[in-house]
């Protein structure tokens, strides 16, 4: 057994604890971003959190978030390596990113104003699952997990003006996407 495993040291598992577990939803939403696949996101962050434990020891990174996210990355490539050499889907088999029931109550809203903001939710999701790599994931860290630039750049391992220039290419994109979309009739 390794010298340093959370049986021999319950210390350094608490620590990985507090340190790591505050962000496992946000890891969550990228894998399931990247992924596209409910199954495939838990597993990869199941694995991104078993990497990251094996080598908290050599965690010396200022921020946590952005090192569990450049783990997860690798993790994803992985699988989009398995699934190349697998038959592919296509966007129409995959399954649509399931609702999440928020943890407050609004006020009852009239049934169109929930079936007009379901239609543009699910456009959305549509809309950023159809961004290429790495646009996709540059936006998804930006917009959703709400990384700033220097911590997108180094979960990514690119430079900050690299990651401002996607940011601004993806937000264009999906303008644009949503602009045709919205023309067309339903």
Known sequence: MPANTTQDDPERARRFREAALPHL???????????????????AVQECYLRALKHFDTYRGPAMKPWLFAILRNVCRAEYARRAASPSTTMEDMPEAAEQTPLWHEEQQTPEAVLL??????????????????FKETFVLREINNLSYREIADAVGAPVGT?????????????SAWLKDQEQPR
């Open 25 to 43: 939803d946000d890891v969550y939403t990228l894998a399931r971003y990247l992924l596209r696949d409910a199954s495939d996101a838990e597993d």
């Open 117 to 134: 903001r379901e239609r543009d939710a699910s456009a959305i999701r549509r809309l950023i699952d159809a961004l290429v790599e790495p």
């Open 163 to 175: 990651v401002m220039s996607r940011l601004a290419r993806a937000r264009a994109m999906l303008r």
